[in-house]
């Protein structure tokens, strides 16, 4: 994996690896292909953002499934 250099701080640091997983299934199921360096500065704001979004849109399915008591 390339070098990370944004500036968000992670609450859980040993989350990093599942989040760079996911962004990788999310870009994977959008028929995005991610540059195996990490750089992916080639890649359209939109694409960016597509990813971004979807990723989102998981983690947020995913926080509200354990307040309801559905994930363990």
Excluded: F
Aim: glycine share 12%.
């Amino acid at each position: 994996m390339g070098q990370n250099n944004n500036s968000n701080n992670l609450v859980v640091p040993n989350s990093r690896a599942a989040l760079e997983q996911l962004k990788y299934e999310v870009a994977q199921e959008l028929g995005i292909t991610l540059s195996a360096d990490g750089y992916n500065g080639n890649k359209t704001s939109y694409e960016n953002g597509s990813i971004g979004g979807y990723i989102t849109k998981r983690l947020v399915t995913l926080a509200e499934q354990q307040l309801a008591g559905q994930v363990h």
